[in-house]
């Protein structure tokens, strides 16, 4: 059975409090207190973020830019700037020209930006997307205003907890209908053998220890 809050170290319960402080929320709130596992919901555990079809009703954190998630679910630039991680995969967009960047700029909201893009942009705003959160957010920083006009403000999902289990062949499955980001934050998770996790959405998973067999 996996571990708890309780039996963490002190280093490891520091951890788990610091990604609670960057997700926004206090230490001690949490979505599921105790062991959360499979087998107490017919083998399968949804989370998700439609209101009455989640097993767990997430924690709505808020935020008003791309950069304010990147704060609470992303990889900070200093990672790549410092040398510490290479970028190498992550996939950045083409550029975006001055002109057609002012262009989409002049849109009255977001329906009228929605119409501007063509389908490349589509694919391109969301390519800038995730490289803004999971890369070097400078490398994208033109896209910034498109990026905020088209997926900011909105929400995070968050499904912080003690201990999560996933039995022999049980599931757990994580996601967005409506494409909003969802983040994980658990002591501790285990996954037995023919156990699955699969996420279906933009989502960061966080564990203080985590259990899988080889």
């Known amino acids: 059975m996996p571990g708890n809050l309780a039996s963490l170290s002190s280093a490891q319960r520091a951890n ?8 926004r929320l206090r230490p001690d709130q949490l979505a599921h ?53 290479s970028d190498r995969h992550i996939e950045y967009p083409p550029p975006v020209t001055p002109q057609r960047l002012a262009f989409l700029q002049d849109s009255k909201n977001i329906c009228d930006l929605r119409t501007h893009l063509t ?41 912080a907890g003690d201990a999560l289990h996933v039995e022999a062949g049980q599931t757990v499955e994580i996601k967005s209908p409506d494409g909003k980001p969802v983040a994980l934050n658990f002591a501790a998770i285990q996954v037995d053998a023919g156990g699955q996790i699969r996420v279906l959405c933009q989502a960061s998973i966080t564990a203080q220890t985590f259990t899988a067999p080889n």
């Open 16 to 23: 788990f409090e610091a990604a609670q402080t960057r997700l």
């Open 33 to 85: 207190t105790g062991l959360l596992k499979t087998s107490d919901f017919g083998g399968k555990i949804v989370l998700t973020t439609q209101p009455g079809q989640s097993h767990i009703e997430p924690v709505i954190v808020p935020f008003h830019s791309l950069a304010e998630l990147k704060q609470m679910v992303g990889v900070p630039d200093e990672h790549y700037t410092a040398g510490t991680y």
């Open 119 to 159: 389908d490349d942009e589509h694919a391109n705003l969301e390519t800038a997307a995730r490289a803004f959160v999971l890369g070097n957010s400078a490398k994208v920083a033109a896209y910034a205003p498109l990026l905020d006009a088209h997926y900011a403000p909105s929400t995070l999902a968050v499904f």
